[in-house]
C-alpha cells in the first residue's frame, strides 16, 4: 500500500528536528503505527531514507540496513548521500574489517571522522596516498590522542583539501607549543580549531614563540589549556584571517584585555570575539 504524502512529509520534518540514534528512530516509527497494516516501513521513500542515513555514522547504516534486502543495498552502495565516521570504541579486528569493506568504499563521500583509539588513526592515515582518496573529508575530530601520534598524521593532513575543521584533544602532557602549532598551521584550508592540551604541575606555561613566522588561515580558534599571555603577540601575528579567539586559561594576562588592545599592536581587522579566562 502506498504511504500518503502527507505523513511522509511529516516524517521528513520530525527528523530534520532533532539528531537521532537507532533507538530513537524505530520508537518513533512504532508510536505512528508505520508497522501497522496502514503502511510498512519498506513502503518509504527513498528520499526519507537518504535523510534517516544523515543522522547516522556509517557503521550503523550498514548494521542496521545493509543486509535487509536487495532495495537497501542499493540505497547504500549506489547513492552520494554524506556521511560520517563517529568511533569511540571498537576491537582492532573488528575495525580492521569495518575500515576494509565498509570505510574504504565510501571514502569518496565521507565529510567527517571522529577517532579515539591510536590504531584507528594508524590504519586510516597511513600514507599520503591513503589520505588523498578522502577527497570530501571536511571535519576530523582526535579524541584523546598521543602529540607523537598527532605529529606524525599531521603530516598526511596537509594532503586533505576540504579540511576546514580540526578537533584535538591530548591525552598526553604537551611538552612543545611551537611543534603543536607549527602543525596545525601547515593546514591551508583549516577555518576552525579546537584544541584541548594539560601542560605538568610543575610548569608554569609553555612559550610559544616560532623562529619562522608561519600564516595561518584559521578564522576560529579555541584553546582548552594553559596559554602565556607573553606568547600572545606572538600567537596572533600568525592568524591575519582570525574572527574568534577563546583562550580557557591564560596565564600573567592583564584581566581587561580588548579587541582595540588586540588590534592595535596587530593587524587583525576581522577579529569579533575575545575569551580570556
Known amino acids: 500500500m502506498q504511504v500518503q504524502e502527507s505523513d511522509i512529509n511529516q516524517n521528513s520534518n520530525w527528523i530534520k528536528k532533532r539528531k537521532l540514534d537507532n533507538v530513537d528512530f524505530f520508537s518513533y516509527l512504532y508510536s505512528k503505527r508505520i508497522y501497522s497494516n496502514k503502511c510498512r516501513f519498506e513502503d518509504l521513500a527513498n528520499e526519507l531514507f537518504y535523510e534517516i542515513f544523515e543522522y547516522l555514522d556509517l557503521y550503523d547504516i550498514y548494521r542496521g540496513f545493509f543486509n535487509l534486502n536487495q532495495r537497501f543495498q542499493n540505497l547504500i552502495i549506489n547513492s552520494n548521500f554524506p556521511n560520517q565516521i563517529n568511533i569511540s570504541t571498537m576491537s582492532k579486528s573488528k575495525f580492521e574489517y569495518y575500515h576494509k569493506n565498509i570505510l574504504l568504499p565510501n571514502k569518496h563521500r565521507i565529510y567527517l571522522i571522529r577517532l579515539s583509539i591510536p590504531f584507528m588513526s594508524e590504519l586510516i592515515f597511513s600514507s599520503a596516498y591513503t589520505i588523498l582518496r578522502f577527497i570530501h573529508l571536511q571535519t576530523l575530530i582526535f579524541d584523546h590522542i598521543e602529540m ?84 600572545l603577540n606572538n600567537l596572533l601575528s600568525c592568524l591575519p584571517e582570525l574572527h574568534h579567539i577563546s583562550i580557557q586559561s591564560l596565564m600573567n594576562s592583564n584581566d581587561n584585555i580588548k579587541i582595540d588592545d588586540l588590534s592595535y599592536y596587530i593587524q587583525l581587522r576581522y577579529l569579533k570575539y575575545v575569551s580570556f579566562k
Open 148 to 231: 607523537k601520534d598527532f605529529i606524525k598524521l599531521s603530516n598526511h593532513l596537509a594532503h586533505l583539501r576540504e579540511l576546514h575543521s580540526l578537533i584535538i584533544s591530548l591525552a598526553d602532557h604537551i611538552q612543545s607549543l611551537n611543534v603543536l602549532f607549527s602543525s596545525i598551521f601547515q593546514l591551508k584550508k583549516l577555518k576552525y580549531c579546537k584544541i584541548e592540551y594539560t601542560i605538568k604541575d610543575n610548569q608554569n606555561s609553555i612559550s610559544f614563540d616560532l623562529t619562522r613566522r608561519i600564516f595561518s588561515p584559521i578564522e576560529y580558534l579555541i584553546i582548552n589549556g594553559q596559554f602565556s599571555f607573553n606568547s
